[in-house]
């Protein structure tokens, strides 16, 4: 829906208001504040940059404003003197950059003479960016930049002129010259001099061309894989509503000067589109658009605004909460918004992405485990760009008939994104090839795993929240109906593929895949040695004899066999990097993530005994459970810190290798009805995924019974009931009181099992993963909350429930998913905990979490995961599952 002109003006400033305008079309006057009015920089946008890779820790230094699917942002102007945003930040396909800074800069000229203006005020809201102005005799100017569409933006110019003076404008700008910052200190060449965007991307050709409304950036064809992607057809386009009488392009072709004469009316309104679009069909439809915008700017304007209404009225409806929840819930919304990309490329769908300021993160790329929790958090506010997000991960579900993996039907991908791998771009149509000839170049589409059950859970949320919140019941049972069979699809491929011991639990693993496994072109070129065959699992490791190098291997008997030998000092196996992905908490101490004396070598500064001791988690593990001498000798090399141990004997280094043993990770080979590789299992069950399990059981259960298939619902409700008892019978240990995974030995246990309990890996947030699902018993709850207080476990100083427990061998506060506070862990155990009757307890862990989290509660951005020990932000910021996680605390759980 699109609203006219007629209905209403957009008043800029302190106050927003929207003003009736008494046509024909509306009679009726409105004058209410805006609710976005009331929450100004929850998220600090302000900054000025300098450089095309602006960057702080590896993520754009400054936050610009995304919002409404866009593929460009603006950050606030911090300077003033002319009337501009701050910096004009794109994304290009799978990477985001700055183009500019204080791009189109609007100076005044007034009775023939400059008209310098202050900067009084600049603040982001909900859905806009606001500057005001000050100049002499009564000049005042207001700024407000909305985006009307997913690829344009559009910003109202208003000038103050009570004296009627004649008023001249002059805008400029100027492309980035530089190409890479690290906190303001630009990059330099060998020679000392600073590198340029030319010499760090030489096919970049970027130029600016007149147009009859304003100017046109183009781009040249880059396709750096890991920074900078660009069709060479992309363009950004500056359209004005005042035609500019006098243009003046530089030599170079880098900046612009234009300028019109503004008149004498006493309020003088100007409005200016950002259009930024990756490819020829992408100007072919939004510069069309353009069209219907300039024709209704303000129309454009307030939908924009009602917009933003209506995601506050869905979504602030805790009544109970505090000004610092709903602060922050807003904050979360204002995240998740960002992180919304209109559809482009390969995924035909709007999607939501991890974070648009961190370059790995931006894009479209899509993950399954980040779409599920976006998800059931967007479905409270807006839940259409909720379903868009889970049918992008859906959009690539493995077929029958797939070209790449026919093998894996059902399949979720773990990565999805604009550029396609090869494989899969030779099995597009022509029409799509067309368009997109370059498509092969982006790297970050992965097919090596997949993620947690938690895509009924996600469907779910997004019904009930259709039919009762929203009242779209009949789109609600359709959006069942449309889910229904694929989620059918993805549970019956984790019985196929990854439940090795066919006992109904399926366990995390990897796919076949060439990262994985031997394929034909590894025996062509004899990379894996003349030993290899094909589907032999590769794995690569280091002994004694090699040292420093690498020795190639295939092959899962030689794998086991290596392990049960012990000969070796380091190992690489791909297959448990990718099921430590699929687990979606990639190095976990609970799948054989753990520091050891490798970490030790090459430091630039040389640690003590006691560093290289918390450093050498495995060798302090060895010194506790076997009495292994784990003092170090440490050197200083050429390269670094050098460290070995002191007591090199067979008799130390025995006991060594005996507790490497509890540590290691093995593998079972599933096979199709071919017996064919299909893709690997850890011999592991772990307890997170049968609960996710169960909850997908049950799940899939109540979308059967609305659907009307009575047969299938009682299909799934007794795998559930089957899960719920599996999980309190052979994963709760009595002992410690916790949760644990489950090592699959041979036959498995007398008491039906799959083996024994994973007790000496420590304890982590899989332990409360029961009582998130609802699965534990009350009993075994009881025992796992003691666990969770418990201050010299999970109840750390600041910001409890890391991702290992504080006695946990390889748990470090800085470590990714061994001690660090990641919020969708947090928010499972204090949801687990009011589940069993715990909330007092658990709302007492939130007000921690609110308290201690750095800048939560101020403009800092949401982070990826937060220091349990000091609070401190850590990973990437602006972190979508994070805003989605503290949405959830918001809506419902605090304030209870």
Same mark, same amino acid.
């Given at each position: 829906?699109?609203?006219?002109?007629?209905?209403?003006?957009?008043?800029?400033?302190?106050?927003?208001? #929207?003003?009736?305008?008494?046509?024909?079309?509306?009679?009726?006057?409105?004058?209410?504040? #805006?609710?976005?009015?009331?929450?100004?920089?929850?998220?600090?946008?302000?900054?000025?940059?300098?450089? =095309?890779?602006?960057?702080?820790?590896?993520?754009?230094?400054?936050?610009?404003?995304?919002?409404?699917?866009?593929?460009?942002?603006?950050?606030?102007?911090?300077?003033?003197?002319?009337?501009?945003?701050?910096?004009?930040?794109?994304?290009? !396909?799978?990477?985001?950059?700055?183009?500019?800074?204080?791009?189109?800069?609007?100076?005044?000229?007034?009775?023939?003479?400059?008209?310098?203006?202050?900067?009084?005020?600049?603040?982001?809201?909900?859905?806009?960016?606001?500057?005001?102005?000050?100049?002499?005799?009564?000049?005042?100017?207001?700024?407000?930049?909305?985006?009307?569409? *997913?690829?344009?933006?559009?910003?109202?110019?208003?000038?103050?002129?009570?004296?009627?003076?004649?008023?001249?404008?002059?805008?400029?700008? !100027?492309?980035?010259?530089?190409? &890479?910052?690290?906190?303001?200190?630009?990059?330099?060449? !060998?020679?000392s001099?600073?590198?340029?965007?030319?010499e760090?991307?030489?096919?970049?050709?970027?130029?600016?061309?007149?147009?009859?409304?304003?100017?046109?950036?183009?781009?040249?064809?880059?396709r750096?894989?890991?920074?900078?992607?660009?069709?060479?057809?992309?363009?950004?386009?500056?359209? &004005?509503?005042?035609?500019?009488?006098?243009?003046?392009?530089?030599?170079?072709?880098?900046?612009?000067?234009?300028?019109?004469?503004?008149?004498?009316?006493?309020?003088?309104?100007?409005?200016?589109?950002?259009?930024?679009v990756?490819?020829?069909?992408?100007?072919?439809?939004?510069?069309?658009?353009?069209?219907?915008v300039?024709?209704?700017?303000?129309?454009?304007?307030?939908?924009?605004?009602?917009?933003?209404?209506?995601?506050?009225?869905?979504?602030?409806?805790?009544?109970?909460?505090?000004?610092?929840?709903?602060?922050?819930?807003?904050?979360?919304?204002?995240?998740?918004?960002?992180?919304?990309?209109?559809?482009?490329?390969?995924?035909?769908?709007?999607?939501?992405?991890?974070?648009?300021?961190?370059?790995?993160?931006?894009?479209?790329?899509?993950?399954?485990?980040?779409?599920?929790?976006?998800?059931?958090?967007?479905?409270?506010?807006?839940?259409?760009?909720?379903?868009?997000?889970?049918?992008?991960?859906?959009?690539?579900?493995?077929?029958?008939?797939d070209?790449?993996?026919?093998?894996?039907?059902?399949?979720? =991908? *773990?990565?999805?994104?604009?550029?396609?791998?090869?494989?899969?771009?030779?099995?597009?149509?022509?029409?799509?090839?067309?368009?997109?000839?370059?498509?092969?170049d982006?790297?970050?589409?992965?097919?090596?795993?997949?993620?947690?059950s938690?895509?009924?859970?996600?469907?779910?949320?997004?019904?009930?929240?259709?039919?009762?919140?929203?009242?779209?019941?009949?789109?609600?049972?359709?959006?069942l109906?449309?889910?229904?069979?694929?989620?059918?699809?993805?549970?019956?491929?984790?019985? &196929?593929?990854? *439940?090795?011991?066919?006992?109904?639990?399926?366990?995390?693993?990897?796919?076949?895949d060439?990262?994985?496994?031997?394929?034909?072109?590894?025996?062509?070129?004899?990379?894996?040695?003349?030993?290899?065959?094909?589907?032999?699992?590769?794995?690569?490791?280091?002994?004694?004899?090699?040292?420093?190098?690498?020795i190639?291997?295939?092959?899962?008997?030689?794998?086991?066999? =290596?392990?049960?030998?012990?000969?070796?000092?380091?190992?690489s196996?791909?297959?448990?990097?990718?099921?430590?992905?699929?687990?979606?908490?990639?190095?976990a101490?609970?799948?054989?993530?753990?520091?050891?004396?490798?970490?030790?070598?090459?430091?630039?500064?040389?640690?003590t005994?006691?560093?290289?001791?918390?450093?050498?988690?495995?060798?302090?593990?060895?010194?506790?459970?076997?009495?292994?001498?784990?003092a170090?000798?440490?050197?200083?090399?050429?390269?670094?810190?050098?460290?070995t141990? &002191?007591?090199?004997?067979?008799?130390?280094?025995d006991? #060594?290798?005996?507790?490497?043993?509890?540590?290691?990770?093995?593998?079972?080979?599933?096979?199709?009805?071919?017996?064919?590789?299909?893709?690997?299992?850890?011999?592991?069950?772990?307890?997170?995924?049968?609960?996710?399990w169960?909850?997908?059981?049950?799940? =899939?259960?109540?979308?059967?019974?609305?659907?009307?298939?009575?047969?299938?619902?009682?299909?799934?409700?007794e795998?559930?009931?089957?899960?719920?008892?599996?999980?309190?019978?052979?994963?709760?240990d009595?002992?410690?009181?916790?949760?644990? *995974?489950?090592?699959?030995?041979?036959?498995?246990?007398?008491?039906?099992?799959?083996?024994?309990?994973?007790?000496?890996?420590?304890?982590?947030?899989?332990?409360?993963?029961?009582?998130?699902n609802?699965?534990?018993?009350?009993?075994?709850?009881?025992?796992?909350?003691k666990?969770?207080?418990?201050?010299?476990?999970?109840?750390?100083?600041k910001?409890?429930?890391?991702?290992?427990?504080?006695?946990?061998p390889?748990?470090?506060?800085?470590?990714?998913?061994?001690?660090?506070?990641?919020?969708?862990?947090?928010?499972?155990?204090?949801?687990?905990?009011?589940?069993?009757?715990?909330?007092?307890?658990?709302?007492?862990?939130?007000?921690?979490?609110?308290?201690?989290?750095?800048?939560?509660?101020?403009?800092?951005?949401?982070?990826?995961?937060?220091?349990?020990?000091?609070?401190?932000?850590?990973?990437?910021?602006?972190?979508?599952?994070?805003?989605?996680?503290?949405?959830?605390l918001?809506n419902?759980?605090?304030?209870?």
């Amino acid at each position: 829906m699109h609203f006219k002109t007629s209905l209403c003006a957009i008043a800029v400033g302190v106050a927003l208001t #929207l003003s009736g305008c008494n046509s024909s079309d509306n009679e009726t006057n409105v004058n209410e504040p #805006l609710k976005a009015a009331e929450f100004q920089n929850t998220i600090d946008r302000a900054g000025v940059p300098v450089a =095309l890779r602006d960057l702080h820790g590896g993520h754009l230094r400054y936050i610009p404003m995304f919002d409404n699917g866009s593929w460009h942002g603006h950050t606030l102007d911090t300077i003033g003197g002319e009337i501009t945003l701050g910096g004009m930040a794109l994304l290009t !396909e799978e990477y985001v950059s700055f183009m500019a800074a204080r791009f189109d800069r609007l100076a005044l000229t007034v009775d023939g003479e400059p008209m310098p203006l202050t900067l009084t005020k600049a603040y982001s809201q909900p859905g806009a960016l606001i500057q005001t102005y000050m100049g002499e005799n009564g000049i005042e100017a207001e700024l407000e930049m909305r985006f009307v569409t *997913d690829r344009t933006s559009l910003v109202k110019t208003t000038i103050k002129n009570p004296n009627k003076q004649e008023i001249q404008g002059e805008w400029d700008g !100027e492309l980035m010259q530089d190409y &890479r910052a690290d906190d303001g200190e630009l990059y330099e060449n !060998e020679d000392s001099t600073v590198r340029s965007v030319e010499e760090a991307y030489p096919t970049y050709s970027r130029e600016i061309v007149v147009t009859d409304r304003g100017v046109e950036v183009s781009f040249g064809a880059v396709r750096n894989s890991w920074s900078l992607l660009t069709s060479g057809d992309s363009k950004f386009e500056v359209t &004005r509503s005042i035609q500019p009488e006098a243009s003046t392009i530089s030599d170079d072709k880098k900046s612009f000067v234009q300028s019109a004469s503004l008149g004498t009316d006493e309020a003088i309104t100007l409005y200016t589109a950002y259009t930024h679009v990756q490819n020829m069909q992408e100007q072919a439809s939004e510069f069309a658009n353009l069209d219907k915008v300039m024709a209704d700017p303000q129309g454009y304007m307030y939908e924009s605004a009602m917009r933003w209404e209506t995601y506050l009225k869905k979504g602030l409806t805790n009544n109970a909460a505090s000004k610092e929840h709903e602060f922050v819930a807003v904050k979360a919304m204002e995240t998740l918004h960002a992180n919304w990309r209109g559809a482009a490329g390969a995924i035909d769908h709007d999607t939501v992405t991890p974070s648009v300021t961190a370059p790995y993160f931006s894009g479209n790329m899509t993950w399954p485990w980040d779409t599920w929790k976006q998800a059931y958090a967007m479905a409270h506010f807006n839940p259409d760009v909720a379903m868009e997000n889970i049918r992008t991960v859906f959009q690539y579900q493995v077929q029958s008939d797939d070209p790449v993996r026919p093998w894996d039907e059902g399949y979720l =991908l *773990d990565v999805v994104t604009y550029n396609l791998p090869a494989e899969r771009w030779e099995g597009m149509p022509a029409a799509f090839k067309e368009v997109f000839p370059q498509a092969t170049d982006g790297l970050n589409w992965n097919e090596r795993n997949t993620k947690p059950s938690l895509a009924a859970w996600a469907v779910w949320e997004v019904y009930t929240a259709l039919k009762d919140e929203h009242h779209r019941h009949e789109e609600a049972k359709l959006w069942l109906e449309e889910m229904y069979p694929k989620l059918v699809a993805f549970h019956d491929w984790w019985l &196929r593929a990854r *439940d090795t011991n066919k006992n109904g639990i399926p366990e995390y693993g990897a796919a076949k895949d060439p990262i994985h496994t031997v394929f034909e072109d590894d025996l062509h070129d004899g990379s894996w040695g003349v030993d290899a065959s094909l589907d032999d699992m590769k794995f690569q490791y280091k002994d004694a004899a090699s040292g420093d190098d690498w020795i190639k291997e295939t092959g899962i008997e030689k794998y086991n066999d =290596l392990l049960a030998s012990g000969d070796y000092t380091a190992m690489s196996i791909p297959a448990k990097v990718a099921a430590g992905w699929e687990s979606g908490r990639d190095n976990a101490g609970v799948f054989g993530f753990i520091d050891d004396i490798e970490d030790l070598q090459g430091l630039s500064e040389q640690p003590t005994q006691e560093d290289a001791e918390v450093i050498d988690q495995m060798g302090r593990y060895a010194h506790n459970a076997n009495g292994f001498d784990n003092a170090y000798n440490i050197v200083m090399g050429a390269e670094g810190s050098v460290v070995t141990y &002191r007591d090199s004997s067979v008799e130390n280094m025995d006991k #060594l290798a005996q507790a490497k043993k509890d540590w290691e990770v093995k593998f079972n080979e599933n096979t199709d009805d071919a017996n064919k590789l299909s893709g690997y299992s850890l011999m592991q069950e772990s307890v997170d995924q049968a609960s996710y399990w169960y909850s997908d059981n049950l799940y =899939l259960s109540q979308i059967a019974e609305v659907l009307g298939k009575t047969e299938e619902a009682a299909g799934f409700a007794e795998k559930a009931a089957d899960t719920k008892e599996y999980i309190n019978r052979c994963m709760f240990d009595e002992t410690t009181g916790f949760y644990y *995974d489950i090592e699959v030995v041979p036959g498995g246990l007398g008491n039906q099992c799959a083996g024994p309990m994973l007790v000496k890996r420590g304890m982590g947030p899989e332990g409360w993963s029961p009582l998130f699902n609802n699965a534990a018993t009350q009993e075994n709850a009881d025992k796992v909350v003691k666990n969770m207080l418990d201050t010299s476990k999970f109840n750390s100083p600041k910001i409890p429930l890391g991702t290992a427990s504080m006695d946990n061998p390889a748990y470090g506060p800085d470590i990714y998913w061994r001690g660090r506070v990641w919020l969708d862990q947090f928010y499972f155990g204090v949801r687990g905990m009011d589940n069993y009757g715990y909330g007092d307890e658990a709302r007492q862990m939130v007000d921690k979490l609110f308290n201690n989290a750095q800048g939560l509660t101020e403009t800092t951005p949401i982070q990826e995961n937060y220091n349990p020990e000091t609070g401190a932000v850590q990973g990437a910021n602006n972190f979508s599952w994070s805003a989605a996680h503290l949405y959830m605390l918001y809506n419902g759980f605090v304030g209870k």
